[in-house]
């Protein structure tokens, strides 16, 4: 039987390598454009820790990673999601 490893990625904000699912995907979709935790394309990684998503470059770095600018309608529901991360234990 073959063992599973887990799926590892660096978050854009600390660079430290976490478990995919412990970290927010935010992708660019060539046909439906920016979406968070789901989709295929070119995606980012950042971890749920306050640190990293209230870091004052967070939107540099993700347009930076995404190769495209952010929408400002992308930027209230990115706000919006990360204010449920208020308590992460990171």
């Known amino acids: ?3 599973q490893l887990p799926v590892l990625r ?3 904000s600390c660079r430290k390598t976490f478990d995919r699912k412990d970290l927010l995907k935010i ?4 046909n ?6 789901k989709g295929m394309g070119r995606s ?5 820790s306050k640190k990293c998503y209230s870091d004052s470059k967070i939107k540099k770095k993700l347009q930076k990673a995404l190769k495209t600018s ?3 309608e992308f930027v209230e529901i990115f706000e919006k999601e990360i204010a ?3 308590n992460y234990p990171h």
């Open 10 to 12: 660096v978050c854009i």
């Open 1 to 3: 039987m073959i063992q």
């Open 32 to 37: 439906q454009g920016i979406m968070l935790q």
């Open 70 to 72: 952010l929408e400002p």
């Open 84 to 86: 449920s991360y208020n």
């Open 44 to 48: 980012a990684y950042i971890c749920k």
């Open 27 to 30: 992708t660019k979709d060539n």
